[in-house]
């Protein structure tokens, strides 16, 4: 996958977030570690809607190759409302299966 496709990846997730098309979210990613309604609570607990990041966001998006699984990598997007960056970011893991990406949400965490 190259840098594009992780930003691409990236900025699908959060806008299905921002949009709270949280059964879609969960459908994309299997459903693995987040349900729906844990998406729901998590972005509700933010007390804010979300916002698309700015640009410097997904410039500098933090793609991380993750140790003994070739081929896998770790996202962390920090989350934003229209008052700047919130206290949460949504961490997904991303990798290739048959020519095409896996996205895995790991978590919507409060740093």
């Avoid at 900025?11 to 570690?33: A, D, N, P, S, W």
Wanted: aromatic share 6%.
């Amino acid at each position: 996958m190259s840098p594009n496709d992780f930003t691409l990846v990236a900025k699908h997730v959060v806008k299905l977030l921002i949009e709270q098309r949280y059964l879609e979210l969960e459908e994309v990613t299997g459903g693995v570690r987040l349900s729906a309604d844990a998406m729901k609570d998590t972005v509700d607990d933010i007390g804010a809607p979300l916002v698309m990041p700015p640009t410097t966001v997904w410039n500098a998006l933090q793609v991380v190759a993750i140790r003994n699984w070739p081929g896998a990598f770790s996202i962390h997007v920090d989350l934003y409302t229209a008052r700047g960056r919130s206290t949460h970011a949504v961490e997904m893991t991303v990798h290739d299966k048959n020519g095409r990406p896996v996205i895995e949400l790991d978590d919507i965490v409060q740093r």
